[in-house]
């Protein structure tokens, strides 16, 4: 199964790296993961997005598909994609000339350089690091009010340009000390049908306190998961299903069989009578 790309040099998106990354549907992949996030997003956030002048960045936009997804749920002229490959921008801005693209290196750049937004987004992206952590503090300092992630979840055996797995005992519940985890919800990817991604999947939310406090926010607008019990559900309502069927299989076997033992019995009833008849 392929992955995200997010390659640490802008020679890997040649013209060769572009037709390897269409080949491996790495623009399908990239839609994909920004649906499955969007899709898992608490309500208020999605409706603070649509219905407040916020701005949004795409971090690690690649060709900026999963970019383009965000544009049917909130305006493009408020969405920004941003990628440190210029080779990659330069393909999202001829593919998605709606939407704001720029050629940024945020680990890369001076304070004073920073890009700021309401809500920073990334999608699949901090697995590619060793030190994911260091970038988590860097995405929150471009963010005034929301950090929204996805992310490989439970990936114990990893793809080999993944160099970090992200599990319930290493995701923080805070960062900078003013983003705190206010949402996560845990996707089983298996259960979808045409997936393009063969494990878990973590949808994160980070917020700035100040924020969430101003929009009174209620206990039914947070959510902490661990496990995607909603598949464990399915699952386990599918082995019910297979064991019942299962159940009816043995019992139609059972009668089948009584069948033939009374067919049997009968045979050997007409063979009696015919050697009693004979013997008469």
Request: glycine content about 4%; charged content about 20%.
């Amino acid at each position: 199964m392929q992955t995200k790309y997010t390659i640490n040099s802008d020679a890997y998106w040649d013209s060769r790296f572009v037709e390897d990354w269409e080949s491996f549907q790495g623009p399908a992949q990239s839609r994909f993961f920004a649906r499955l996030a969007i899709e898992n997003l608490p309500r208020w956030l999605i409706d603070q997005l649509q219905r407040q002048p916020l701005t949004l960045c795409d971090w690690g936009c690649a060709q900026g598909d999963g970019t383009d997804v965000w544009a049917s749920y909130v305006d493009s002229d408020r969405i920004t994609g941003i990628d440190f490959s210029s080779v990659a921008v330069d393909q999202a801005l001829k593919r998605y000339p709606a939407i704001r693209f720029l050629n940024e290196d945020w680990l890369a750049a001076q304070p004073g350089e920073q890009s700021v937004f309401d809500v920073v987004f990334s999608s699949n992206t901090l697995e590619h690091f060793h030190k994911p952590h260091a970038v988590l503090k860097s995405l929150c300092s471009r963010a005034t009010k929301a950090l929204v992630l996805a992310l490989p979840y439970r990936e114990l055996d990893r793809h080999h340009e993944h160099f970090y797995t992200f599990l319930p005992d290493n995701i923080p519940t805070a960062i900078n000390g003013r983003f705190k985890l206010v949402w996560s919800r845990v996707v089983d990817c298996r259960q979808i049908s045409n997936t393009l991604w063969g494990g878990d999947q973590i949808v994160l939310v980070y917020a700035n306190s100040d924020w969430t406090d101003a929009l009174r926010l209620t206990l039914r607008d947070f959510g902490i998961e661990q496990s995607d019990f909603a598949a464990k559900i399915v699952s386990l309502n599918q082995a019910v299903t297979e064991r019942d069927g299962q159940i009816v299989s043995l019992n139609q076997a059972v009668t089948e069989r009584d069948e033939q033992i009374t067919g049997l019995n009968q045979a050997v009833a007409e063979r009696d009578g015919q050697i009693t008849s004979l013997n008469q």
